[in-house]
């Protein structure tokens, strides 16, 4: 079965750390870039982080820039997301996604989602 | 980083009827040189992760059914649903990828009347 499901979400404090994972399954999972996705409550669809299939290539959204790193292990089919200093306003959802694209620099849309893991911060 | 709208936020469509999205980047996201539209249509379902439905603007993803189709260029898009079905109940997000960071609109929430 074709699918990426993520773990690691909770309820933390304010400047505290989470370990987000993003398990692949059904698809060679290190010809592809992952993307994370986050959504914060009742609300829309904001890009985080990627890397590229082989683990070069990571981005960031300005917010989480010296924050959050990424990265993936590709003999655990697993990719990362360290995420430090957490703040209230990283709440949500994350979801991690697939990259439509093998191999190369990635296409940058995505066609595999998973459901999410729920990350809240607060005090 | 190119700001991405929808209008409506949201619609109410009868069933069997069209519905169309509208989505405008704040810049072109036309390549030129390849004569690509750099957007991608997403529906988000209640409680389900989004999927997507067409990429470069107007190709469908596979397994998309052919009543979703999508048109546009340079800065203006738009996705439509031909007859709507009641599982295409959804909000419906559009995102370009030409320039990182790649960027949504707010989603346009698509109901029944």
């Known amino acids: 079965q074709v699918q990426l499901v993520e773990s690691g979400g909770g309820v933390v404090r304010p400047g505290t750390s989470l370990r987000l994972s993003c398990v692949g399954s059904g698809f060679t999972f290190r010809g592809y870039g992952i993307h994370w996705v986050r959504q914060a409550p009742g609300k829309g669809l904001e890009w985080v982080a990627s890397l590229a299939h082989d683990g070069s290539n990571k981005r960031y959204v300005d917010t989480v820039k010296g924050r959050f790193i990424v990265s993936r292990d590709n003999s655990k089919n697993t990719v990362y997301l360290e995420m430090n200093g957490l703040r209230p306003e990283d709440t949500g959802v994350y979801h991690c996604?697939?990259?439509?694209?093998?191999?190369?620099?990635?296409?940058?849309?995505?066609?595999?989602w998973g459901r999410g893991t729920l990350v809240s911060v607060s005090s | 980083d190119i700001v991405m709208t929808q209008s409506p936020d949201s619609l109410g469509v009868s069933l069997g009827e069209r519905a169309t999205i509208n989505c405008k980047s704040s810049q072109n996201i036309l390549y030129s040189s390849r004569n690509q539209n750099y957007l991608a249509w997403y529906q988000q379902k209640p409680g389900q992760p989004p999927k997507l439905l067409i990429y470069w603007a107007s190709t469908r993803a596979s397994g998309v059914p052919d009543r979703f189709s999508g048109s546009g260029s340079g800065t203006d898009f738009t996705l439509t649903i031909s007859s709507l079905q009641a599982e295409d109940v959804a909000v419906y997000y559009c995102q370009q990828y030409y320039i990182p960071p790649v960027t949504f609109g707010p989603g346009t929430k698509v109901d029944v009347k």
């Open positions: 996604a697939k990259d439509e694209t093998v191999y190369g620099e990635g296409a940058w849309y995505f066609d595999l």
